[in-house]
């Protein structure tokens, strides 16, 4: 296939909450985008609403002073999905997370885009290549997923298909890059990685709310002020390195004795200490940090810390929670 050098006009299908968030980001950032939807009236109604929430936005200082003019100005509806994608260079899929529903919208799109659109689906947890054969070109198609709400959550997964071209990938992620978010690159597997940890959190919360050791307020308090306030800022490697991994694998063991083989130590893990590799204090972890870096990393992890924390005093708590 070829692919255009640059992207200008894009289409969001689906202009519910995720899409008409992913459609803001696109037309604030300078692209023209066609919204389409069951028909003109609802991308209409969604066009409107996505402007008035922008205004809304840039009023409460979440979006820069303009923000809703531009948007207004690059946002557009069209009669139907068809018209949307005719003349698009990137197509953003974002209907409801139902594989049959997505199945016959990437069959319509695909069969009305022009052969070098780039189609992305905003898929939470199918897999890409059970959503491909829908797809006319399967090489021009890949998982693009934006995490709620799009326009102030950083971080997109791109996930390529056994087909995907590489160039595709690569341009998908400039788009993405130019939007301001933070792209990373998955592999094509049930929930990819942002939905598979997340879920899995979930579950161990709602089983700890089963075996009467924490109400979910408890558990919610405990999350959000302990170690989920370090992820803001840091990934699980990250936060594994700087504590030592010696003292991870000496709590999963307790943790094994308590629960099962579910909590025992993973592999990886207890070969890293093995070889002496404890992390942060011994050099090298999962990640590779310099030596000479401890003390900078480690300075600009309190200060970090500290920020987040009266960042979180000024915002108060969230209502009715």
């Known amino acids: 296939m070829t692919i255009k050098d640059t992207i200008s006009t894009t289409a969001v299908v689906g202009s519910g909450y995720m899409g008409g968030g992913i459609a803001q980001v696109l037309a604030l950032h300078g692209y023209k985008v066609m919204l389409g939807d069951v028909d003109g009236e609802t991308a209409e109604r969604a066009r409107v609403r996505l402007v008035e929430q922008a205004k809304d936005f840039e009023a409460h200082g ?17 009669p139907s999905i068809e018209e949307a994608v005719a003349a698009a260079d990137y197509i953003a899929e974002a209907v409801p997370e139902e594989p049959e529903l997505k199945a ?6 695909s ?13 939470s947890a199918i897999p890409i290549r059970e959503l491909a ?6 090489e021009r198609f890949l998982g693009v997923h934006w995490m709620n709400p799009a326009p102030f959550i950083p971080g997109v997964e791109l996930i390529p298909g056994q087909e995907t071209n590489p160039e595709v990938l690569d341009r998908a992620e400039q788009l993405i890059r130019s939007l301001g ?5 998955v592999a094509d597997t ?10 899995a959190l979930y579950k161990e919360a709602a089983q700890i709310v089963d075996e009467g050791t924490a109400t979910p307020e408890q558990i919610d308090a405990v999350v959000s002020n302990t170690f989920g306030f370090r992820l803001a800022l840091f990934g699980p490697f990250a ?29 990886a893990l ?22 000479g870096n401890k003390t900078a990393l480690l300075a600009y992890r309190d200060n970090a810390y500290a920020r987040l924390s009266q960042l979180r005093t000024d915002l108060g708590q969230a209502p009715a929670l």
């Open 181 to 185: 978010k933070t792209p990373a690159r």
């Open 190 to 199: 049930p929930g990819f990685v942002a939905n598979r940890l997340q879920f």
């Open 239 to 267: 936060i594994g390195d700087m504590a030592g991994l010696d003292v991870y694998e000496s709590a999963y063991r307790t943790l094994e004795k308590a629960y099962g083989e579910r909590f025992a130590a993973p592999e």
């Open 111 to 123: 069969a009305a885009a022009p052969p070098h659109a780039i189609i992305g689906t905003n898929t």
């Open 104 to 109: 016959n919208i990437l069959r319509r799109v």
């Open 270 to 291: 207890v070969a890293m200490v093995k070889d002496g590799n404890l992390g942060l204090k011994s050099g090298h972890g999962f990640l590779d940090v310099d030596p």
């Open 133 to 138: 054969p829908s797809v006319t070109g399967p």
């Open 62 to 78: 979440l979006l820069p002073e303009g923000a809703s003019k531009i948007i207004d100005a690059n946002l557009a509806a069209a």
